[in-house]
Nanobody, 113 residues
């Protein structure tokens, strides 16, 4: 079993930055792909960014050029650097590790003046 814990969420003004982190523990030896999803109020959960075992990345069009996903395999951690935040980025952000489709409990990001 794998346990994921996100951190780094909070309240930030438009144009500000936040860095989210997700750390895995448990049976982590076979984890390959890591990703961040988000779910805004009244919206479906959507993929924000993903990174493969070989650090290939892909991003939702809405965050390209503003968000950067990175991973540290030594401690099974994935980060999401979020810059130029907009009110529409307000959501609960979840990390997801595969194989196994493991999810963290989520961390709230609120962008408001």
């Amino acid at each position: 079993q794998v346990q994921l814990v996100e951190s780094g969420g909070g309240l930030v003004q438009p144009g500000g930055s936040l860095t989210l982190s997700c750390a895995a523990s448990g049976s982590t030896s076979n984890l390959l792909a890591m990703a961040w999803y988000r779910q805004g109020p009244g919206k479906q959960r959507e993929l924000v960014a993903a990174i493969s075992r070989f650090s290939n990345t892909n991003y939702a069009d809405s965050v390209k050029g503003r968000f950067t996903i990175s991973r540290i395999d030594a401690n099974y951690t994935v980060h999401l650097q979020m810059n130029s935040l907009k009110p529409e980025d307000t959501a609960t952000y979840y990390c997801n590790f595969n194989p196994g489709n493991f999810w963290g409990p989520g961390t709230q990001v609120s962008v408001s003046s």
